[in-house]
C-alpha cells in the first residue's frame, strides 16, 4: 500500500513539472482605465482615473524556416 502511494505522488509531481517546464516566464503588468456602464471613465477622490492592473504571461513568437521551392 506504501509502494502504491508513492508511486502515485511521484507521478504526480513528474506530471506538474511537465505542465510547466518553463516556470520562469516572463510577466508583464498592463493597466486600463475602469469604466462604468455608460462607458465613461471612473476618477477616484485625487481627480485621477482608477485603473484595473492585471499580469499576464508574455509568450516568445517562433519563426520558422522558409519553405524551399520546388524545382
Known amino acids: 500500500m506504501k509502494k502504491l502511494i508513492i508511486a502515485s505522488m ?3 509531481f513528474s506530471v506538474t513539472s ?9 510577466v508583464k503588468k ?3 482605465d ?9 476618477n477616484g477622490k ?3 482615473p482608477v ?3 492585471k499580469e499576464i504571461k508574455v509568450r516568445k513568437k517562433l519563426e520558422g524556416t522558409p519553405i524551399p521551392e520546388k524545382k
Open 46 to 48: 485625487d481627480g485621477k
Open 18 to 26: 511537465y505542465a510547466n517546464p518553463n516556470s520562469t516566464a516572463e
Open 30 to 32: 498592463v493597466c486600463h
Open 10 to 12: 511521484i507521478g504526480l
Open 51 to 53: 485603473q484595473e492592473c
Open 34 to 42: 475602469k469604466k462604468d456602464k455608460a462607458g465613461k471613465v471612473v
